[in-house]
């Protein structure tokens, strides 16, 4: 199976299912829906871009690509572990992706600085970003999922 079809299927859809989750997460706390997706700007724009509800290119499409690209970062070790192996059952995927989430989640709030953490604790509150993270390991999941049915 090829690294590259693992990485690009499990981080788009990392990337889509976290995204999703932490929107959804935000307007259930009576939040923008976009607010996480600007406040993941703040590497650029600093705490403030928590607080931005409106979509705009300095915020909503700074955090966009960001997300996305973060997503990526994420799914390409996944992919090179998943492609020196033979192909995985879903629930196998599952907690390997799940253990690969929580290493992201620790890494990214406990090892990187303040200002590149996804910035989504601006945002909403830290059980939606518990949250967002359990949904990226069933979105890398999926993703690899898909890409070995694919093959």
Known sequence: MSTARYALYSGTMAGLASLLAVMASAKSE??????????????????????????DIR???????????????????????????????????????????????????????RRLTPGWELAVSKRAVAGAFVAMALGLAAGAWAAQRRS
């Open 30 to 55: 009576g939040r923008g829906v976009l607010q996480p997706v600007n406040a993941t700007s703040h590497w650029l724009h600093g705490d403030k871009a928590g607080a931005v509800a409106n979509p």
């Open 59 to 113: 915020h909503t499409g700074v955090g966009f690509v960001t997300h996305a690209l973060s997503a990526m970062f994420w799914a390409v070790p996944f992919a090179i572990w998943l492609s020196r192996r033979s192909p995985r059952s879903l629930p196998r995927l599952i907690g390997e992706a799940s253990a690969l989430s929580a290493f992201a989640a620790l890494f990214d709030y406990g090892v990187v600085p």
